[in-house]
């Protein structure tokens, strides 16, 4: 399955996935894709390890990975960007770098979504997101109430990029 006018997507990177739900989605829609899903709670990442029964194979990367540490990789070769919301109460500083990371080394016509789950999340992502850089796809953000997503994600963005 491709999205219209964009490029085949070859490499998705999902940071914070917390439950399994995204990853059984993109693997369903995008079979061929390599997945890298990180999370910094180990108790996820077991729960993830185990429910596709594998450490990691061809297609799927499942790391317990502080979201900073991103920083320190390239990122250039990634499709599509998940960020599920940013728990800011603790790591602001941290989910603002990697939000400006993420943007500035994303490649032309690839995708970030990031959902919020509380309004401090919301705005944080507006007051943080370089809109030089990516347009937020119309529409976005896609809810203004709380929807039926795993952990009740209130918005949900969408950056496309094209410079």
Same mark, same amino acid.
């Given at each position: 399955?491709?999205?219209?006018? &964009? *490029?085949?997507?070859?490499? @998705? ?17 995008? *079979? ?7 999370? @910094? ?28 540490? &991103? %920083? /320190? ?9 998940? @960020?599920?919301? *940013?728990? &800011?109460?603790? /790591? ?11 943007? @500035? ?10 959902? %919020? ?23 976005? *953000? ?22």
């Amino acid at each position: 399955m491709n999205v219209s006018g &964009l *490029p085949e997507i070859r490499n @998705i990177l999902v940071i914070g996935f917390g439950s399994k739900d995204e990853i059984v989605v993109l693997r369903d829609l995008y *079979p061929d894709a390599h997945i890298v899903a990180i999370d @910094i709670d180990s108790q996820a990442v077991d729960k993830l390890q185990k429910f596709f029964d594998l450490k990691e194979n061809e297609n799927l990367t499942i790391a317990k990975l502080d979201a900073r540490q &991103l %920083t /320190q990789r390239d990122t250039r070769d990634v499709d599509i960007t998940i @960020i599920r919301h *940013p728990n &800011l109460d603790d /790591q602001s500083d941290g989910w603002a770098l990697v939000l400006s990371h993420v943007v @500035i080394l994303m490649r032309n016509h690839s995708i970030l979504f990031v959902t %919020t789950f509380s309004l401090s999340e919301h705005e944080f992502v507006l007051d943080t997101v370089d809109f030089t850089a990516v347009s937020a796809i119309p529409g976005a *953000p896609y809810s203004i109430e709380p929807v039926a997503l795993t952990g009740d994600d209130r918005h949900i963005w969408a950056f496309l990029k094209l410079v």
